[in-house]
C-alpha cells in the first residue's frame, strides 16, 4: 500500500512544478504597526500547532509565544498540538471556534495542499488571516551514518535507481517537503512519478525515521532539525535557497550545479468571526513582537527569512496559494 501510495503521491510533481514560483519562493514586506494598537499585553492567547511536537510549526510556535512573553507583548501565551491528517484536525478545530478571540493557529504550505488531498470540509480561507511571519530554505538531509556524503552523491545513486531510495517528508502531497523532492527529482532529470515519497505528520515524526535510517533521505526546513545538525547527528548534503543557511557547512543546489531555489513559509489565523477588535489587537501584537530584539534573534538562530505581511496582504497572499494548490491538485485528481 504505501509503495502504492509513494507512486500516486509522486505523480504530483508533473503538474505541481508548474505552480513551484506561487507556492516556494515568495518575497515578503514589513508592516508598521496598526493605528489600532492595543495599549496593553495580550492575555491568555492560545497557539495551536496543528501537528505534531518537534516539528516547524511547533518550533516557530514556541519561539513565538516565548518573544511575545519575554517582551511582554502577551502574558500566559499557551502552545498545544493536536495531530492529523497533515494538519486538517487541528484546521477543522479553528474553523469552527467561530468567533473565538483567544484562539490562533501556527500553518503553513503543508495546510494548504493537506486541506484538499485528505478532502477535509473546512478550508484556510475560512480562517481570520492574521500574519504571515517568516520564510525557509529546505534542507536535503541524511543520517551521519549516511553512505551519502555530498548531494553529488546523492544525485548519482538515485538516478541509477530512484525507486529504491524512499524520500522523507514531514508534509502532505501539496505540502513543502513535498514539492522539493518533486522539483528536485525534475531538476536533476529523474522522473519524478518513480519517486518514492514517504509522508510524515511534521517534523517531530520525520526526526526519528532520519536518526533511525528508515528514509535513504529527508526533505525539509532545516531549522527543526537544527540541534541535531550541529550535533552531527544529521548531515545537510544542500539547502534550496538562494545563498547558504548561517550555521549549515553545506553548499546550496545552485553552487552544486542543480538549478533550483525554493523556500516554504509559516503564518498564523484566527478563527472565522471574531470581532474586529480582536483581529486589530491580534495583528498588533504580532507586529509589536516582530519589531523585538528576540524576534529578530529568533529569525537568525533558526535560519528563518523574515516575510512578514499581516491582514488583508496575508489574506491576499493566502487565498492565492489557496486557488494555486487546489488547481494542481484538482487537475491530477487528489482533490
Known amino acids: 500500500m504505501r509503495q502504492i501510495r509513494a507512486m500516486r503521491v509522486?505523480?504530483?510533481?508533473?503538474?505541481?512544478?508548474l505552480m513551484a514560483t506561487g507556492c516556494g519562493a515568495t518575497g515578503g514586506s514589513t508592516n508598521t504597526a496598526s493605528p489600532g494598537a492595543a495599549a496593553g499585553p495580550v492575555t491568555n492567547l492560545q497557539i495551536m500547532v496543528p501537528n505534531t511536537p518537534g516539528g516547524g510549526y511547533d518550533t516557530?510556535?514556541?519561539v513565538a509565544a516565548k518573544v511575545l512573553d519575554d517582551e511582554k507583548?502577551?502574558?500566559?501565551?499557551?502552545?498545544?498540538?493536536?495531530?492529523?491528517?497533515?494538519?486538517?484536525?487541528?484546521?477543522?478545530?479553528?474553523?469552527?471556534e467561530k468567533g473565538n478571540g483567544d484562539l490562533t493557529m501556527l500553518m503553513g504550505l503543508g495546510v494548504v495542499g493537506a486541506s484538499y488531498t485528505n478532502k477535509?470540509?473546512?478550508?484556510?480561507?475560512?480562517?481570520?488571516?492574521?500574519?504571515?511571519?517568516?520564510?525557509?530554505?529546505?534542507?536535503?538531509?541524511?543520517?551521519?551514518?549516511?553512505?551519502y556524503k555530498t548531494i553529488d552523491d546523492l544525485v548519482k545513486a538515485w538516478k541509477a535507481d530512484p525507486g529504491s531510495i524512499s524520500v522523507g517528508g514531514g508534509s502532505s502531497p501539496g505540502g513543502p517537503d513535498h514539492l522539493l523532492p518533486m522539483q528536485l527529482a525534475g531538476a536533476v532529470g529523474i522522473d519524478a512519478t518513480k519517486v518514492n515519497f514517504v509522508s510524515?505528520?511534521?517534523?517531530?515524526?520525520?526526526?526519528?525515521?532520519?536518526?533511525?535510517?528508515?528514509?535513504?533521505?529527508?526533505?525539509?526546513?532545516?531549522?527543526?532539525?537544527?540541534?541535531?545538525?550541529?550535533?552531527?547527528?544529521?548531515?545537510?548534503?544542500a539547502t534550496s535557497g538562494s545563498k547558504r543557511l548561517e550555521g549549515v557547512d553545506a553548499p546550496t543546489l545552485k553552487e552544486s550545479g542543480i538549478d533550483l531555489e525554493f523556500t516554504n513559509w509559516r503564518g498564523?489565523?484566527?478563527?472565522?468571526?471574531?470581532?474586529?477588535?480582536?483581529?486589530?489587537?491580534?495583528?498588533?501584537?504580532?507586529?509589536?513582537?516582530?519589531?523585538?530584539?528576540?524576534?529578530?534573534?529568533?529569525?537568525?538562530?533558526?535560519?528563518?527569512?523574515?516575510?512578514?505581511?499581516?491582514?488583508?496582504?496575508?489574506?491576499?497572499?493566502?487565498?492565492?496559494?489557496?486557488?494555486?494548490?487546489a488547481d494542481v491538485l484538482k487537475k491530477l485528481g487528489l482533490a
Not at 10 to 17: D, F, Q, R
Not at 120 to 147: C, F, R, W, Y
Open 60 to 62: 516557530t510556535a514556541r
Open 10 to 17: 509522486a505523480a504530483v510533481a508533473a503538474g505541481i512544478a
Open 120 to 147: 477535509s470540509e473546512s478550508k484556510l480561507t475560512e480562517t481570520t488571516p492574521l500574519a504571515k511571519l517568516i520564510e525557509e530554505p529546505g534542507a536535503i538531509m541524511v543520517n551521519k551514518d549516511s553512505q
Open 268 to 325: 498564523i489565523v484566527a478563527p472565522p468571526g471574531i470581532s474586529e477588535d480582536d483581529k486589530t489587537k491580534l495583528i498588533a501584537a504580532l507586529e509589536k513582537m516582530h519589531g523585538t530584539d528576540g524576534w529578530k534573534e529568533a529569525l537568525k538562530t533558526h535560519g528563518w527569512t523574515d516575510a512578514f505581511i499581516t491582514g488583508d496582504e496575508f489574506k491576499t497572499f493566502l487565498t492565492d496559494q489557496d486557488k494555486r494548490v
Open 73 to 96: 507583548v502577551a502574558t500566559n501565551t499557551e502552545v498545544f498540538n493536536l495531530a492529523g491528517a497533515g494538519g486538517t484536525v487541528g484546521l477543522a478545530r479553528i474553523v469552527n
Open 200 to 237: 510524515y505528520d511534521g517534523g517531530g515524526d520525520l526526526l526519528p525515521a532520519i536518526l533511525g535510517n528508515k528514509v535513504g533521505f529527508a526533505a525539509s526546513g532545516a531549522g527543526e532539525y537544527m540541534q541535531q545538525i550541529q550535533s552531527g547527528e544529521v548531515r545537510v548534503l
